[in-house]
């Protein structure tokens, strides 16, 4: 049954949020463009008509906020990126994400990773793919390991003096990196982070242990990636008596970009029962409640979406049209509650009260003691 008429509705993509503490405004739906290339093959690869009409749907949709990356489809993906803005005319409405890290010359030890020389030549690059003469924000795209936290930094705050990068943010770190790499600039002066983009789904909840936490306290804005886990939350995967994946999709056919999402596990299926249950209670997709269930999490500011079909864009522009029902919202949180790892199991009532003994203290009042 289709009850989509007596769910709250919420326009998605004309309200814009500060992106961390900055004065960035940004989508509450960001388009990913790993898929617009030919170069990665079937599943990843679309055509060129097939991207426009994607990325000016999103554009005319009232989205902004575009993400890409020097590696995705071997550049490619800049440069149809670059190609569509130009064509319109339209540098100053978009506002453009692009990441660096990750090597484009394998013979050369520093063609990849997180040092000034690195960062420097893949930053120039990728204004030459995109035709333009700066980039609203530029990501690390993977911590190397090895390079200095302080030389990247550096590096980042030369980039936004020179003009050629706006606001800069990180991908997939470390949480101790994420700290030190945010007092950094705080103590000298540098451009501060005020974006970090991290894996977070029902089916991936492992940010919320640390991050989310970290990214509230430093004024940093979330924007998930990968918020289908794989594809596995579109419902369109099932798991047979032999315990055998089947549905089409990357899960069945390629690679994906966390293997370390288990399609089989009982949680995980518990998880995708939940939300094909929901479906069928309020008309949205199991998809539109697994996207809605993510952008409206603490301190997540922008979702990375990304797709092969117009239909699935226009499928995700309206998953935040409308609340999840608080009791179904609360099966769910229940349902994909991830587990308590050390030393975060000290972090309760328990532990507090051999803190504060039989005293009430909270961080600050709450607004209805204000008023």
Request: aromatic share 10%.
């Amino acid at each position: 049954m289709n009850n989509q008429t007596n769910t709250k509705k919420i326009n998605s993509l004309s309200t814009y949020y500060l992106l961390g503490r900055s004065g960035l405004r940004v989508s509450r739906l960001c388009l990913g463009t790993a898929t617009f290339g030919t170069a990665w093959g079937e599943g990843w690869s679309i055509s060129e008509q097939e991207a426009e009409n994607i990325f000016y749907t999103y554009l005319d949709a009232g989205g902004n906020f575009v993400d890409t990356a020097d590696c995705y489809q071997d550049g490619e993906s800049e440069r149809w990126v670059g190609k569509f803005i130009n064509v319109r005319g339209i540098r100053d409405r978009v506002v453009l994400a692009t990441k660096f890290a990750m090597t484009m010359d394998p013979s050369n030890p520093n063609a990849g990773g997180n040092s000034k020389k690195s960062m420097i030549k893949a930053c120039e690059n990728s204004l030459r793919r995109l035709q333009t003469d700066y980039i609203d924000l530029y990501y690390m795209h993977h911590w190397d390991t090895i390079t200095p936290v302080e030389e990247m930094m550096a590096a980042f705050d030369e980039l936004v003096k020179s003009g050629k990068v706006l606001y800069v943010g990180l991908c997939n770190p470390p949480g101790w990196y994420l700290g030190r790499a945010q007092t950094l600039p705080e103590w000298r002066g540098w451009q501060k982070i005020c974006a970090i983009q991290l894996e977070y789904s029902l089916a991936m909840r492992d940010i919320e242990r640390e991050y989310v936490d970290a990214a509230l306290e430093l004024g940093i804005g979330i924007c998930p990636w990968s918020p289908l886990a794989n594809g596995l939350l579109t419902g369109k995967y099932q798991v047979t008596d032999s315990q055998q994946l089947e549905g089409k999709g990357r899960m069945t056919s390629t690679w994906v970009t966390d293997p370390d999402v288990e399609p089989k596990s009982s949680r995980n299926q518990r998880i995708v029962d939940k939300l094909v249950n929901i479906s069928e209670k309020i008309g949205y997709s199991p998809a539109q409640i697994a996207i809605n269930w993510v952008t409206n999490r603490p301190g997540v500011i922008s979702t990375t979406i990304g797709v092969t079909l117009l239909s699935q864009l226009e499928c995700n522009i309206s998953a935040l049209e409308f609340e999840i029902p608080a009791e179904e919202l609360k099966e769910l949180n229940e349902i994909s509650k991830p587990d308590t790892a050390y030393p975060y199991v000290f972090f309760n009532e328990f532990t507090q009260r051999t803190i504060m003994g039989d005293n009430t203290v909270l961080k600050e009042p709450s607004a209805a003691t204000r008023n």
